[in-house]
């Protein structure tokens, strides 16, 4: 027998935190994309030694970008908001190019961020589709409906930036860097990731225990060893696009842009292995199912009377 259980028609207090949920993600994205088109355009905008951040940055705010938009869309239009998140990478950096602004258009920071809104999706869907045929749209609507749940969110967030950047900040000056807000740049932006990543889990883990869905079977044992593998090959391929898009030697004029996607290095090996643990987890689900569950339509017509 299977350990799903069966999901319930939608009420009317579904519905109504859906709405509710959908409208709070849509004051985000427009509370996000404000001050994110601002900084990316504002003439001359720099931190010193920002340069070597400077990737990781566009990767972790389109990435968010695109993840918000998603959130954002009217069920079923993720899509659509998946390709405006693409194009708004682009147009940024377009746009960027503008005399007036005296910034500069570059190749490598716009695919610094479409490697960020790829992630997005990828993770998007995965979690999408291990989820109990209608539950993730139900365990959204719970996580992020009402300021309390995103105030939870922000206070793991900040609590994740404090104890994690402020390791990372300390080691750095350990190890002979100066104490100046550009060292603690990159510590602060690593420990949001985490800190996003982790108030995500966290708040679906509550979620799920609020609206009582059962996880389905997993073959836990059989594909645990599988996210190393997976998040290593994920990361690998990375080495070598960085390799392959820079060449050897690096010329002298793309310094800056390859150190920048060495950085970025500890923030993608991050994300994969949380790509990798979804798609493997629903991999893990899948093999679990039995013969008559989504995933195995020939048996279920083998299974289905005949009419």
């Known amino acids: ?146 300021i309390a749940a995103w105030l939870r969110a922000a206070l793991v967030t900040v609590i994740a930036i404090a104890v994690v950047g402020g390791a990372m900040f300390a080691a750095r000056v350990q190890a002979g860097e100066v104490a100046q807000f550009p060292t603690a740049v990159y510590p602060i932006g690593f420990a949001m990731l985490v800190g996003l990543i982790l108030a995500t889990a966290l708040g679906e883990t509550r979620a799920t225990r609020i609206t009582g869905l059962t996880p389905r079977k997993r073959h836990w044992p059989i594909s645990i060893g599988a996210v190393p593998v997976l998040a290593g090959v994920l990361f690998v391929s990375y080495l070598l696009f960085v390799r392959v898009f820079f060449g050897d030697p690096i010329p002298d004029d793309a310094r800056v842009d390859h150190e920048g996607f060495l950085v970025l290095r500890e923030g993608f090996l991050l994300v994969a292995v949380v790509l990798a643990f979804e798609i493997v987890r629903h991999w893990a689900i899948w093999c679990g199912r039995e013969p008559t569950e989504p995933g195995h339509p020939e048996r279920e017509l083998e299974a289905a009377p005949d009419r």
């Open 1 to 146: 027998m299977s350990s799903n259980r069966e999901m319930k028609p939608l009420t009317s207090a579904h519905t109504s935190r859906a709405v509710q949920a959908s409208r709070a993600w849509r004051i985000v994205l427009g509370c996000y994309l404000v001050p994110i088109t601002i900084l990316t355009h504002w003439p001359r905008f720099g931190i010193g030694g920002a340069g070597a951040v400077d990737k990781f940055v566009h990767f972790v705010a389109f990435g968010s970008l695109a993840w918000i938009a998603m959130h954002a869309a009217p069920r079923g239009r993720a899509l659509f908001a998946w390709i405006a998140a693409a194009a708004w990478v682009y147009l940024d950096e377009v746009t960027q190019a503008l005399e007036i602004l005296g910034r500069t258009f570059s190749l490598a920071d716009m695919i610094a961020g479409w490697v960020g809104v790829a992630f997005a999706g990828a993770i998007y869907w995965t979690r999408t589709f291990r989820a109990p045929r209608g539950s993730r749209a139900t365990l959204d609507d719970v996580m992020y409906v009402g």
